[in-house]
């Protein structure tokens, strides 16, 4: 995987986050097209390799303050 690739994704989640929050029976991930353009390029750079990788969303820094954690791992 490249990580500068991966970095400039985290980068761009960091300018604009993602919301993650759970109502009900559902996770919720809201955020601006921005938001979902640099997840979507995360979850490609880490659908590409068959590695064994993580990559964690924090609150305050790449989902909202409120949101829970949010990990992508590769299995």
Known sequence: MSYDLAMMALEGL???????????????????????????RLCLLLGGQHLNEEFELQPA????????????RVV
Request: overall charge positive.
């Open 14 to 40: 960091t300018n604009s986050p993602l919301a993650v929050r759970v109502e009900a029976d559902a996770v919720v991930v809201e955020g601006s097209a921005a938001s979902f353009k640099e997840f979507a």
């Open 61 to 72: 820094v790449h989902v909202t303050k409120d949101s829970r954690r949010v990990k992508l």
